[in-house]
Structure formats: structure tokens, C-alpha cells
């Protein structure tokens, strides 16, 4: 039997990856999964990418 179906679902399986956030993750929480990561939430999913909001067509020379 696998591990994973032993486990309380209290149990803190992970730490959030984004270095910012590091909320426990808990057994049967929706995350998502960025290679072996996990990532509680799309704002630290964001972060973690390196993705910005911004306005189309107003994105400066540098790309910012």
C-alpha cells in the first residue's frame, strides 16, 4: 500500500516553492505542480514564473 493513502489529511506534505510564500501545503490540497514544486496558489504560481501584469502595447524598450 502506498504511503500517500496512510496519510492524514492534517498532514503537511510540502512548503509552497515560492521562496516569498513558503505556506505549508497540506494532503488533498489543490495546488499547482511546476516540475517536482509544489505551489499553493496562481499568485505564488505567478511569482515563481517570473510573470508581471502589464498593459498591452505599453511594455517599455527593456521589456519590463
Known sequence: MSRVLDLDSNEVIDICADPECNAEIFFGQP????GHDLICSTDCLLRVMGAKTMIAGREDSHGS
Open 31 to 34: 495546488v499547482w505542480k511546476k
